[in-house]
């Protein structure tokens, strides 16, 4: 279970107040701290629990928001959408098949340039009707101008749900963004939150300010006609700038947020574990990180010199520094808990991008081995893991490894 | 590179949709009966399921496959070798729903080549309307009525054939009359039909347009921007609300008229038009409520006026008026400008009463427009008339 506590500053103590909560419940305080004004909620699991709480809020007079319980997925994201056109600071999120229900809205979103806010509670897809979680949900808007992060603890899901706004909302981007929390271990286990006061969180987060874009009666647009193909590349071209600049504006904001709070994520894209001196190291999103860590401390005992590098952002995915990170190990064991069928190698999704990075950003080629496993909710073991960065070393010695293992796996 | 030739059909929406289809591949057909190759298709981003929208369907033909491969390399033929406009309203431009702004129906065509138009007008009356243009041209008329069914219906009243036969007079290095017969008596098989081609194929003749004949008008058009100068977000600033505007013969400030887009205004889409008695208009509102395309000006006076440049010719107006004859809509052929109708009623209104009765009067025994098929059974009464039409030329 994902417990892991971020030490605070003494001095930034006594604005914080600290909590035995659950990722979700961390996410629904963020929204009352970030003072949303509209939320939609359509139940499924794991995702209800943050509607569950914000509910709550509500309920309790703890926060004032517009909440609506649309008639499915696809009508909450659309709500939201033009709440946010409108100028309103909103929040909605799905899991599963019920993201997938949204799709078309999903879509239509970063071209309109909304700063939605979104929580996946990561979900295997349909069929089988599983509950556990699988990345393939939020991973299939990869391509579409979403931000993607995944978080693995309930304090990373509170704070960046509070930097998740102010990097959407900023002018330069404009652009929705969903945080990947993993269905169970970190949105149903309650884990001790420092939570920030609200004057802190007024001083990070200005106010929504949608400029010359708010849907208005004084400030008359016609947002979403129709077009030929002499604007649609010119439009596709945007947001393309967007990503341009996402990294510079991500880094912008950590540090500010260091700044106010006093927790420091240091590099916001990935976190290191172990790396320093390590021979290999291994690479996955979420909440894997915790067996991960745990297999990692017993084979450092073991004298094996095994690090972990924990993706946070993959959409914008830091090509350059990821590559430049993993040149210096020789071999590197990605986890995928997630498929992409019939892809090179037919790895998982990350692995893929991994590669796709390292061609380009790194001067040397070692073997990336790629693990899926951990689907439709499995549990990753710590033997699990032991038994990949195995392979992994193997790999390292030069000894031939099927790129794409699978792991957990009966058979 | 051996020979290429492209031929654009520009048609209207929904109406002609089916006939313009049928040209385009006909032609293909045709010119494949003596050896050649080609395809027919229709401008994507044109909008041919909405009444009445100017759109264009193309032929591209060739003798080789390579030279065909390199007529297909480009999303529509920037030229042709001979253009047909099946409706002679469209010769006032076409504006595709598409956005390109107003296109002179000789757009594209290759200069000292034909321009084919379907009409009962002669050539000086189409030359009011067809925009000037600095290289010459050919102009031929094939003398009929405008040819209108519906999305899914073709009228069989020889249009295509008729078409197919002028083409053969002006382009035999496309199609052979011969290769026109072979078309019909294979695929068609109709000996009628192969007549109405002869015949039309025999009589065709053009005129030459000297450079700079025609109409003066300057065709609105627009520079599409930079992607760093476009708006992002997909939007675009909207219309103000409109307001009170100086009468046109007065100079007095009242009234409402709505800001209407500068950039797309609609009116090539229409093929007739509403022409009103001020006289006799009530001040109802009826016409002004029920217009889609807010056409309409209320004028100082409180009556209303028709914004001939936004009006699309949809007749509601005339249907929704309850006062009898105070709007009535005319063959757009009749008129040769979008001026205003209360300006000239406010200057001379006994001048303008009569011109009105005239007009009116002069179009009713014109052919009356009607947008496809209204009633059951008016395709069985529409078909004899044109064939008569037709065979007298």
Known sequence: MATLTIPVEETKKPLEQEALITGAEAIAIACKLANVDVVTAYPIRPYDT???????????????????????????????????ACGARVFCGSSGVGWMYAM???????????????????????????????HNDALAVRDLGWMLTWVDSAQEALDTALIAYRVAEDRRMFVP??????????????????????????????????????????????????????????????????????????????????????????????????????????????????????????????????????????RPFAGPEIAKCLERFKAIGVIDRDFSF?????????????????????????????????LGGREITVPDVEKTVEITFDAAKGNAQPLTQWIGLRG | MGQLFAVEVIYRGVFQKTLAKNITRDIVLAAHNQGKLGISFGRYGDAPERNGIPAKSFAIV????????????????????????????????????????????HHALKPGHTLIVISR????????????????????????VTSFSGMWVFKDDHTDVRVLGAIAKVLPEVMTFESVEKFINEKLKSSLKVTSARNAFERF????????????????????????????????????????FADPVTGKVGGFRPARNELFKKYS??????????????????????????????????????????????????????VKDCITMVNESEFHDNNSQWAAFEKDKDAYLKWLEATIEKAEPIEKRSHGFRYRGQYQEQVPEALEVAKKG
């Open chain 1, 50 to 84: 943050v509607m569950q709480y914000i509910s709550q809020l509500v309920a309790d007079g703890e926060m004032d928001c517009e909440y609506i319980v649309a008639e499915g997925e696809h009508s909450q994201f659309e709500i939201v959408k033009h709440a946010s």
């Open chain 1, 104 to 134: 078309e809205a999903l879509t239509v979103t970063p071209a309109l340039r909304i700063p939605m806010i979104a929580m996946v509670g990561n979900r295997a897809l349909d069929d089988p009707g599983a509950f556990g979680v699988e």
């Open chain 1, 177 to 314: 963004l969903a945080i990947s929390c993993d269905g169970a271990f970190l949105t149903h286990s309650q884990a001790l939150v420092q939570i920030p006061s609200q004057e802190q969180v007024n001083k990070f987060l200005p106010r929504y300010n949608r400029g010359d874009l708010l849907l208005h009666p004084d400030n008359v647009i016609s947002v979403a006609p129709q077009a030929n193909e002499d604007w649609v590349t010119e439009i596709r071209r945007q947001n393309y700038a967007v990503t341009e600049i996402a990294c510079d504006v991500i880094r912008e904001v950590y540090a500010d947020f260091e700044k106010t709070f006093g927790r420091k994520y240091g590099n916001p894209f990935f976190e290191e574990y172990m790396t320093e001196d390590a021979d290999v190291v291994l690479l996955g999103m979420g909440t894997m990180s915790t067996p991960v860590r745990v297999a990692i401390r017993k084979l450092r005992a073991e004298g094996k010199k095994v690090g972990f590098v924990r993706l946070r952002w993959f």
């Open chain 1, 342 to 374: 019939g892809s090179p190698n037919l790895s998982g999704v990350v692995a893929t991008e991994v590669r796709s990075a390292m061609y380009t950003g790194s001067s040397t080629r070692p073997p990336v081995i790629d693990f899926i496993g951990g």
């Open chain 2, 62 to 105: 060739a003798n080789d496959e390579q030279t065909l491969e390199a007529g297909m390399a480009q999303y529509e033929p920037k030229q042709v070798d001979l253009t047909v406009v099946l409706d002679d309203t469209l010769c006032k431009g076409a504006e595709s729903w598409a956005w390109y702004g107003l296109q002179p129906v």
């Open chain 2, 121 to 144: 007008d002669d050539a000086p009356a189409l030359l009011k309307n067809i925009h000037r243009r600095e290289e010459p041209y050919k102009l031929g008329i094939i003398k009929g």
């Open chain 2, 205 to 244: 003749s053009s005129i030459d347009v000297k450079a700079g004949m025609g109409n003066p008008e300057e065709p609105f058009k627009f520079d599409l921007p930079r992607w760093e100068d476009m708006r992002c977000g997909v939007s675009i600033k909207g219309q103000p609300q409109g307001g009170a």
């Open chain 2, 269 to 322: 889409t229409r093929t007739q038009r509403p022409v009103v008695n001020f006289s006799t208009c009530t001040k109802c509102t009826l016409c002004w409520l029920n217009c889609p395309d807010a056409a309409f000006d209320v004028t100082i006076a409180g009556t209303y006026d028709t914004n001939l440049t936004a009006c699309c010719g949809c007749g509601i107006c005339e249907e929704i008026c309850p």
